[in-house]
T-cell receptor, first 110, second 116 residues
Framework: DQQVKQNSPSLSVQEGRISILNCDYT??????FLWYKKYPAEGPTFLIS?????DKNEDGRFTVFLNKSAKHLSLHIVPSQPGDSAVYFC?????????FGPGTSLSVIP | GAVVSQHPSWVICKSGTSVKIECRSL??????MFWYRQFPKQSLMLMAT?????????EQGVEKDKFLINHASLTLSTLTVTSAHPEDSSFYIC????????????FGDGTRLSIL
């Protein structure tokens, strides 16, 4: 049973527009959520995180929104750039365990 | 900062041999290191978690005797795939973290293991 879900395996967005990547989770005990970005043949790199006591965290072009009641979070990238094309993993932590979602492949079209 | 080096990046070997993969945190002390396996078009699957100086905690379904993990220092963890078989072919990624679980993990670039 997947505790962290990313229901869109892929997403295409025009350069300059907003990219919205979604993530749903089932475990209400998760206390931190993180987004990682992964290029082919490289390890994931940390992008942004949010505590379960907050509903928004912003870092430059990246904003993560958390809706605890809906057990849903989203990553907004605006404006999207071709270099943002990568696989994005949503992850959630509970105690010492980190659970990753299956990832969403984002393509930003010039 | 927060660089994790994983070596080798790619290895091909015959069935029955053992393969060792190293994971080093280059500029920080990693209190916890993680080993993941990734199948094509699937997410990272946690294999085990190790804290420096103690035995690794393996996830359900991961054979301890097959995947030997050593975390001898705060900057080095190794994964040894013993008597590897073709079904062990996969992409293995390590990560390291300094501090509690709300701190991000920093990942190596992974090792592509192919067993012939």
């Amino acid at each position: 049973d997947q505790q962290v879900k990313q229901n869109s395996p892929s997403l295409s967005v025009q350069e300059g527009r907003i990219s919205i990547l979604n993530c749903d989770y089932t475990n209400s005990m998760f206390d931190y959520f993180l987004w990682y970005k992964k290029y082919p043949a490289e390890g994931p790199t940390f992008l942004i995180s949010i505590s379960s006591i907050k509903d928004k965290n912003e870092d430059g072009r990246f904003t993560v929104f958390l809706n605890k009641s809906a057990k849903h979070l989203s990553l907004h990238i605006v404006p999207s750039q071709p270099g943002d094309s990568a696989v994005y993993f949503c992850a959630a932590t509970s105690y010492d365990k980190v659970i990753f979602g299956p990832g969403t492949s984002l393509s930003v079209i010039p | 900062g927060a660089v994790v080096s994983q070596h080798p990046s790619w290895v091909i070997c015959k069935s029955g041999t053992s393969v060792k993969i190293e994971c080093r945190s280059l500029d920080f002390q990693a209190t916890t290191m993680f080993w993941y396996r990734q199948f094509p078009k699937q997410s990272l699957m946690l294999m085990a978690t190790s804290n420096e100086g103690s035995k690794a905690t393996y996830e359900q379904g991961v054979e301890k005797d097959k995947f030997l993990i050593n975390h001898a220092s705060l900057t080095l963890s190794t994964l040894t795939v013993t008597s590897a078989h073709p079904e062990d072919s996969s992409f293995y990624i390590c990560s390291a973290r300094s501090g509690p679980s709300n701190q991000p993990q920093h990942f190596g670039d992974g090792t592509r293991l192919s067993i012939l």
